[in-house]
């Protein structure tokens, strides 16, 4: 069971920066996909960044040049670097893992558009104007 621990939220300014943090454990399988997603109460959990086995990133169009997926195997640990934040930022950050052989990859398959079965706890972001 892969498990999946989310740090580094909490606030900022609008225009600053925040670095989430997800350490896993528990890998059972030697590729997994890692994504971040965020959710905001009444809201639909919307995927933000993602990177597949083979180091491929998706991201959503709303962060895209303002936040970085970063991953760092050695230490199997993923990271979300939030630059420019602003107000709409504000959102529960989740990290996800799923198993991912090469068959589930097509050329134009993104990571952000798969579904996800692990998931961890969250880390609150909020930011202010």
């Known amino acids: 069971q892969v498990q999946l621990v989310e740090s580094g939220g909490g606030s900022a300014q609008s225009g600053g920066s925040l670095r989430l943090s997800c350490a896993a454990s528990?890998?059972?399988?030697?590729?997994?996909?890692m994504a971040w997603f965020r959710q905001v109460p009444g809201n639909e959990r919307e995927g933000v960044g993602a990177?597949?086995?083979?180091?491929?990133?998706s991201y959503a169009d709303s962060v895209k040049g303002r936040f970085t997926v970063s991953q760092d195997n050695a230490k199997d640990t993923l990271y979300l670097q939030m630059d420019s934040l602003k107000p709409e930022d504000t959102a529960m950050y989740y990290c996800?893992?799923?198993?991912?052989?090469?068959?589930?990859?097509?050329?134009?398959?993104?990571?952000?558009?798969?579904?996800?079965?692990?998931w961890g706890q969250g880390t609150q972001v909020t930011v202010s104007s």
């Open positions: 528990g890998y059972t399988y030697s590729r997994y996909c």
């Open positions: 990177i597949d086995p083979d180091g491929n990133i």
């Open positions: 996800a893992a799923l198993a991912c052989p090469k068959w589930l990859l097509r050329p134009s398959q993104r990571a952000l558009d798969l579904k996800y079965t692990f």
